[in-house]
């Protein structure tokens, strides 16, 4: 079935550094790609949408210049977390959508988990 | 854009009692109602699904309704079990970007 795989896993890095999280679409191809953030005990909140060969689409409150997303291929997105607080430990977890499935169905990465010391 | 409000934050029922998670969307352009269960630090999972077309959709314990009208979803889950012990959501999905409500915490008490 369709799979989507994100790396890595978990990461700890120090304030002022910059983080890239990958999400790739293993077995199929994603114009689109979409990007959560999920803090502890809440819900999973959209951050963006991510356009292959196009620029991102960025939801209400989220700082595009802080979050940097590249969908440089059809199968990869990557999120840049720049200039990382510790307020932006959070859990992000990105999504694709398989038009190839019968149903058109969305899929889910394992997530990162991103810690700022 | 889409809203989704979910109701209740937290449920706590006996083995073998149902539980019934309800959902509220804003946008009628959506089409399509996920609902995803999801384990401390693991990614959601599906669990099931129905779209704009249909009232009502059952697989075994678990079964959702939609009211296109109201704009209104639920989850029921029947026979509970400890292992139906999670966290979940429900969510609005307009062209492949999905809106999550903002969860339920379901608790099973053996």
């Known amino acids: 079935g369709a799979v989507v795989s994100q790396h890595p896993s978990w990461v700890i890095c120090k304030s002022g550094t910059s983080v890239k999280i990958e999400c790739r679409s293993l077995?199929?191809?994603?114009?689109?790609m979409f990007w959560y953030r999920q803090f502890p005990k809440q819900s999973l909140m959209l951050m963006a949408t991510?356009?292959?060969?196009?620029?991102?689409?960025?939801e209400q409150g989220v700082e595009k210049d802080k979050f940097l997303i590249n969908h440089a291929s059809l199968t990869l997105s990557t999120l840049t977390v720049t200039s990382a607080h510790p307020e932006d430990s959070s859990f992000y977890i990105c999504?694709?959508?398989?038009?190839?499935?019968?149903?058109?169905?969305?899929?889910f990465g394992q997530g990162t988990r991103l810690t700022v010391v | 854009g889409e809203n989704v409000e979910q109701h209740p934050s937290t449920l706590s029922v006996q083995e073998g009692d149902s539980a019934v998670i309800k959902c509220t969307y804003s946008?009628?352009?959506?089409?399509?109602f996920p609902w995803y269960k999801q384990e401390l630090g693991k990614r959601p999972q599906l669990i099931i699904d129905?779209?704009?077309?249909?009232g009502e959709k059952k697989d075994q314990r678990i079964a959702v309704t939609l009211n296109k009208t109201a704009k209104h979803f639920s989850l029921h889950i029947t026979e509970t079990q400890p292992e139906d012990s999670a966290v979940y959501f429900c969510?609005?999905?307009?062209?492949?970007?999905?809106?999550f409500g903002a969860g339920t915490r379901l608790f099973v008490k053996a």
């Open positions: 999504s694709a959508p398989d038009s190839t499935v019968g149903l058109k169905k969305v899929f």
């Open positions: 077995d199929f191809q994603a114009t689109t």
């Open positions: 991510s356009n292959e060969g196009s620029k991102a689409t960025y």
């Open positions: 946008d009628s352009a959506s089409n399509y």
């Open positions: 129905i779209r704009s077309n249909v």
């Open positions: 969510a609005a999905e307009e062209g492949f970007k999905t809106i």
